[in-house]
């Protein structure tokens, strides 16, 4: 089964998701056509790796994410197709591919498809989409490109350990207005050792303990969690943790191991 996954920062309001989504099906009926989100910043991609990352490997292998991000044709502009652990990602070679990936791709193509003049402008809807359809067909991603050794580096801000600290940042609020940090599961413990913490943010307020569910404090509470991410969550028990803590993307987490 042939599947398209969608990551843009496109919205709802205009056209240009049902020109995406049209050119795709009319060049490729019947595949299924996944969204896992329209709402990206505009060119924000620190955003859309977040969420491409923490759930790319939900799907089959052989599925075909499209990344609809910072895609307006420059000159210099490259437009790749990549293999990674036996998912395939048609995007631009900004900086979004080294987000989204922990290694090296098992393959990276320069993609060389002829450009449709009338899709100039929105390139997405003719070279992404011929590029994605090819390979969700199954054919070889050698046949829409030539080969490169590597894509253009961006990092993500990594938390930081001073003593008994670590230092972090909020690196996205999702559509609950949870906010989610840049401190992995992975980091927190190997920090922790055990050792019993307080969790520091804006307003002086603080957390003393991690949850293993939202329901586990009563309702208007705030705590913290690792989310499906596996990343540190500030989150208010059917409440606006963002709104009424006051936190907004870029402000800085503590915790303190006694």
């Not at 292998?61 to 210099?76: A, F, K, R, S």
């Not at 197709?81 to 070679?93: I, L």
């Not at 050698?142 to 490169?148: A, F, S, T």
């Not at 870029?250 to 915790?255: A, F």
Request: negative net charge.
């Amino acid at each position: 089964m042939a599947i398209i996954t969608l990551t843009t920062d496109l919205g709802d309001k205009d056209i240009y998701q049902a020109v995406l989504k049209g050119s795709i099906l009319k060049a490729l009926p019947g595949v299924t056509i996944v969204d896992i989100t329209h709402s990206v910043a505009a060119f924000n991609l620190q955003q859309a790796a977040f969420v491409l990352k923490n759930s790319f490997h939900y799907f089959p292998e052989g599925t075909v994410h499209l990344i609809g991000i910072d895609t307006v044709y420059q000159n210099e502009t490259k437009f790749l197709a990549t293999q990674y652990r036996n998912h395939y990602f048609v995007g631009t070679d900004n900086g979004i591919f080294s987000l989204i990936f922990d290694e090296a791709p098992q393959q990276i193509v320069e993609i060389n498809i002829l450009q449709d003049l009338k899709f100039l402008h929105f390139p997405l809807a003719d070279i992404f989409v011929k590029a994605a359809c090819h390979l969700a067909q199954g054919y070889n991603i050698n046949e829409i490109g030539i080969p490169v050794n590597s894509v253009e580096k961006k990092m993500n801000l990594q938390p930081t350990v001073e003593r008994n600290l670590i230092r972090g940042i909020v690196i996205y609020i999702d559509s609950f207005q949870n906010v989610i940090t840049n401190i992995t599961k992975e980091f927190f413990n190997k920090v922790q050792q055990g050792r019993r913490f307080v969790l520091y943010f804006k307003r002086n307020e603080t957390i003393t303990q991690l949850s293993w569910h939202y329901n586990e404090v009563p309702e208007g509470e705030k705590l913290c969690l690792f989310g499906i991410s596996d990343h540190l969550e500030i989150a208010i028990n059917k409440g606006n943790a963002s709104g009424l803590l006051g936190l907004n993307l870029g402000d800085s987490v503590i915790i303190d191991f006694q």
